[in-house]
């Protein structure tokens, strides 16, 4: 089967309304993705090679709290917008979501502000940071708490009111592309690129993106709920939120605990070299991401349909696919993977073994496809979570033996064991409660 055939496929183009939807959101989505990734390599380029590992480090190791903080705080703020978006503008209660809207944003602005003034005292006054080095950049980077708490909410909505495009710009593309133009004013008239700047301008940047997807929020919004009057259902709002925020402090951890541990342990300088490596490590996974975004409905939509052969085909295809698209990537990294380190400048090619090593996994990774979001989709998410709890204690207690002893090759070989026991239990789960098996070499009918 050509590729172009079996894309159409497996997203369902046969009406002309279809390859609309093709040619105006998922192909665009793709190329915002391209291009953020490559937004993103220049912006950690710019700042490894001006700033050494040891600044970036620094860098890096309280963007990385920062980003865990705000995982806690909207991850089940962004869910309940995505799924109440959809759901109540599909059945036209207009005046309900505009209650939504306005809980939703009072919620976040008292759980951001208070989330960002709490983090400021407990470091101002406690010696909770492993390096006084992190202090006064920590102090910093809170500015960016609420404000990337907004952008990552009105970019959920954004989503479920089907502008998927629109809210995939303000974060892959407005927030890094601000990010990298400010690094190269910057550069241009100090012809270096240092610390504090960079911190300043990290906050600046979200707020661009913040700005980007409100007035994009109020263009949309404004002509649906003008002159109407709210209303609330707090208290289902409530519970509901409740119960995800666990999940979003699993989240949040989880997305970080390397990094945390990495700090924790070894200095600054070390932090700085293992992000880069896993950076590029992540490359290998960017097929694997665009097929988790492009096939999830169709996962939701065979499970309910319990078109259980069709599943399994879309699965073991897809993984195929992206398996032959990752493989020459991810060899092609590990072998010149010093001189791919090298261009972020001396000292980062000594992460060399830890991107193989970081590699491999993520290419074990892609061998299990859409695992995880298998499970989502086929409403197991509570095996998601308990998974994601036994993953991180795997990795602390990994981290604990491993990096005091060998560094960041260390953390990279605990992370690289975690991911791999997340997916091996994750596709024994799915097997035992679906029969899908999410495995590259998993029989498939053609």
Same mark, same amino acid.
């Given at each position: 089967m050509?590729?172009? &055939?079996?894309?159409s496929s497996?997203?369902q183009?046969?009406? %002309? %309304?279809?390859?609309?939807r093709f040619?105006?959101v998922?192909?665009?989505?793709?190329?915002?993705q391209?291009g $953020?990734t490559?937004?993103?390599?220049?912006?950690?380029?710019?700042?490894?090679?001006?700033?050494?590992?040891?600044?970036?480090?620094i860098?890096?190791?309280?963007?990385?709290?920062?980003m865990?903080i705000?995982?806690?705080m909207v991850y089940?703020l962004?869910l /309940?917008s995505?799924?109440e978006?959809?759901?109540l503008?599909?059945?036209?209660?207009? &005046?309900q979501?505009?209650g939504f809207?306005?809980?939703?944003? =009072?919620? /976040?602005?008292?759980l951001?502000? +208070?989330?960002?003034?709490?983090?400021v005292?407990?470091?101002?006054? *406690?010696?909770?940071l492993?390096?006084?080095?992190?202090r006064?950049p920590?102090?910093?980077?809170c500015?960016?708490?609420?404000?990337?708490?907004f952008?990552?909410?009105? =970019?959920?909505?954004?989503?479920g009111?089907?502008k998927?495009l629109l809210s995939?710009?303000s974060?892959?593309?407005?927030?890094?592309a601000?990010?990298?133009?400010?690094?190269?004013?910057?550069?241009?008239? %100090?012809r270096? #690129?240092?610390?504090?700047?960079?911190?300043i *301008?990290n906050?600046?940047?979200? @707020?661009?993106?913040l700005?980007?997807?409100?007035i994009?929020?109020?263009k949309?919004a404004?002509?649906?709920v003008?002159?109407?009057?709210?209303?609330?259902?707090?208290?289902?709002?409530?519970r509901?939120v409740s119960g995800?925020?666990l999940? $979003?402090?699993?989240v949040?951890?989880?997305?970080?605990?390397d990094?945390?541990?990495?700090?924790?342990?070894?200095?600054?300088?070390d932090?700085?070299v293992y992000? #880069?490596?896993?950076n590029?490590?992540?490359?290998?996974?960017?097929?694997?991401t665009?097929?988790?975004?492009?096939?999830?409905?169709?996962?939701?939509?065979?499970h309910?349909?319990k078109e259980?052969?069709?599943?399994?085909?879309?699965?073991t &295809?897809t993984?195929?696919w992206?398996m032959?698209?990752?493989?020459?990537?991810?060899i092609?990294v590990m072998v010149?993977?010093?001189?791919?380190?090298?261009?972020? $400048?001396? +000292?980062?090619e000594?992460g060399?073994? =830890?991107?193989?090593i970081l590699c491999t @996994?993520h290419?074990?990774?892609?061998a299990?496809?859409?695992?995880g979001?298998? @499970?989502?989709?086929?409403?197991? %998410?509570?095996y998601?979570g308990?998974?994601i709890a036994m993953?991180?204690v795997?990795?602390?207690?990994?981290?604990?033996?491993l990096t005091?002893?060998?560094g960041?090759?260390g953390?990279?070989?605990?992370?690289?064991?975690?991911?791999v026991s997340?997916?091996?239990?994750?596709?024994f789960?799915i097997k035992?409660k679906?029969?899908?098996?999410?495995?590259?070499?998993s029989?498939?009918?053609n």
């Amino acid at each position: 089967m050509k590729l172009y &055939q079996y894309i159409s496929s497996i997203l369902q183009i046969n009406t %002309e %309304e279809d390859k609309n939807r093709f040619y105006k959101v998922l192909l665009p989505t793709f190329m915002v993705q391209v291009g $953020g990734t490559a937004i993103a390599t220049l912006v950690s380029l710019a700042m490894g090679r001006s700033m050494g590992p040891a600044k970036y480090g620094i860098y890096i190791y309280c963007f990385s709290i920062v980003m865990g903080i705000v995982n806690f705080m909207v991850y089940g703020l962004n869910l /309940l917008s995505l799924r109440e978006t959809s759901g109540l503008l599909a059945v036209g209660k207009l &005046q309900q979501w505009k209650g939504f809207m306005r809980w939703n944003s =009072a919620t /976040l602005f008292v759980l951001s502000a +208070g989330g960002s003034i709490l983090t400021v005292l407990t470091v101002y006054f *406690f010696p909770v940071l492993p390096n006084s080095a992190y202090r006064v950049p920590m102090l910093i980077m809170c500015s960016a708490i609420p404000l990337y708490s907004f952008l990552l909410l009105f =970019a959920s909505v954004l989503r479920g009111m089907h502008k998927i495009l629109l809210s995939q710009i303000s974060e892959k593309m407005v927030r890094p592309a601000s990010l990298l133009l400010m690094l190269v004013v910057l550069y241009f008239f %100090e012809r270096h #690129i240092t610390l504090y700047p960079a911190l300043i *301008f990290n906050s600046l940047s979200c @707020a661009a993106g913040l700005i980007f997807v409100l007035i994009k929020y109020r263009k949309a919004a404004a002509p649906l709920v003008k002159n109407l009057i709210p209303e609330y259902e707090k208290n289902r709002w409530i519970r509901e939120v409740s119960g995800l925020f666990l999940f $979003g402090i699993l989240v949040g951890i989880d997305s970080q605990i390397d990094v945390y541990m990495l700090g924790y342990l070894k200095p600054p300088a070390d932090v700085g070299v293992y992000k #880069i490596a896993n950076n590029v490590a992540l490359v290998t996974s960017f097929f694997l991401t665009i097929s988790n975004i492009v096939l999830a409905p169709s996962f939701a939509h065979l499970h309910v349909l319990k078109e259980r052969d069709r599943l399994q085909h879309l699965i073991t &295809q897809t993984i195929r696919w992206v398996m032959l698209l990752t493989a020459p990537i991810a060899i092609t990294v590990m072998v010149f993977s010093s001189r791919i380190l090298s261009l972020w $400048g001396p +000292g980062f090619e000594n992460g060399r073994y =830890a991107l193989i090593i970081l590699c491999t @996994a993520h290419l074990i990774n892609s061998a299990f496809g859409s695992v995880g979001n298998l @499970a989502l989709m086929s409403k197991f %998410e509570k095996y998601n979570g308990i998974v994601i709890a036994m993953s991180i204690v795997i990795n602390i207690a990994l981290n604990l033996i491993l990096t005091p002893r060998w560094g960041f090759n260390g953390t990279a070989l605990a992370s690289g064991i975690s991911i791999v026991s997340w997916n091996v239990t994750l596709f024994f789960i799915i097997k035992r409660k679906t029969g899908i098996r999410a495995w590259v070499f998993s029989p498939g009918k053609n």
